[in-house]
């Protein structure tokens, strides 16, 4: 598929877009690149829906040159792609990191969504606080830090993996040592996700969590899980 730009302040967002009928935006998460939807882009084109996937701000084909990363701004950049399609309102299917987007874009502005499929989201900020930032800014420093995320990359395919993972690895190695996305993958990194957990409980679109039960990004999944479903939450 062509890469497609949108040109914002301090930068462009790629993506790109498939098939024709309501529309679906696919977001990854954080260190990953569009291409990781390449299973999903298929099926959902075969079911009669227009299927976007576009990269962060700072990753992938995206441009590393804005001033913020962080969640509010990327659910930003999440409403201005959906206006330059014209096509809302979306399904936002997001991965880690962008479930706490969906949520602020979906409460910033409800119209432009029709539902959220977010995947192994984060919704809050994980346990450890100051001490657990600070592992991880010293897991992606320089010069080991673009060799340890590919590696634990592999470690969040704990499941049944794609044929094509080695492959999509390499890949990820190869965007995140571009000029400057790895500076902006450190600076998403350290984002809080105090924004997104403030405002679930206003929430109105429909919403449907699905959290992977090996995923070695949160110590209980499944606690994980009930902690995020809408019944925990009044409203959400």
Partial sequence: MTTSYLPLDGGRIAYTVDGTGPLVLCLPGMGDVKEVFRFTVPALTAAGYQVVCADLRGHGESDATFDRYDDETVADDVLALIDALDGGPAVLVGNSLAGAVGALAAVRRPSALAGLVLLSPFLRDGAGGRLARWVTAAALARPWGPRF???????????????????????????VTRPGHWRALQRLAGTSHDPATAVLDRVRVPALLVQGALDPDFRDPEAEARWGRPSSVPRW
């Fill in 149 to 175: 995320w590919t590696s634990w990359y592999r470690r969040l395919n704990a499941g049944a993996q794609p044929v094509d993972l080695d492959r999509h690895r390499a890949a990820l190695h190869e965007a």
